[in-house]
């Protein structure tokens, strides 16, 4: 056997004589800045999803019950409004902002596709 030394590292294996630099503060920041859009995005259409259905929930309920079509529109505002405060809490934005108002669009909606159309 030919023996010449230790076989040469391989590059994509960390070298422990040469650890890897510490990330830039500015980059981590941007990171998270990123990070908490995206969930603040993905909180908002879930919630979105759950207050629409909820007032279609209210179209399906039989007419004679007034009580429960109302009462799933505004579960579904309840709902969308709680969903645009916890977005803007992800943010780090004030929770209390003109930016509510958007919540009430499912109730708006679904007060007028069920009782108005």
């Known amino acids: 056997m030919n023996d010449t030394g230790p076989a040469p590292r391989r590059k994509h294996l960390m070298d ?3 650890p890897p630099e510490a990330p830039d503060p500015a980059d981590l920041a941007r990171l998270h800045r990123v990070q908490r ?3 603040s995005v993905l909180v908002l259409t879930t919630i979105l999803h759950l207050s ?3 007032v279609l ?3 399906h309920v ?3 019950r007034l009580d429960a079509q109302v009462v799933l529109i505004a ?3 309840a709902s969308m ?3 645009v405060a916890a977005a803007l809490a992800i943010l780090r934005r004030p929770v209390l902002s003109p930016w509510l108002t958007l919540g009430l ?3 708006l909606a679904g007060w007028w596709w069920v009782f108005l159309r």
Request: aromatic residues 4%; proline residues 8%; without cysteine.
């Open 52 to 54: 629409f259905g909820l």
């Open 16 to 18: 422990p004589s040469a």
């Open 105 to 107: 669009l499912p109730g």
């Open 81 to 83: 409004v709680l969903g």
């Open 62 to 64: 039989a007419e004679d």
């Open 37 to 39: 859009i995206v969930i």
């Open 75 to 77: 579960l579904g505002t």
């Open 57 to 59: 929930a209210a179209d």
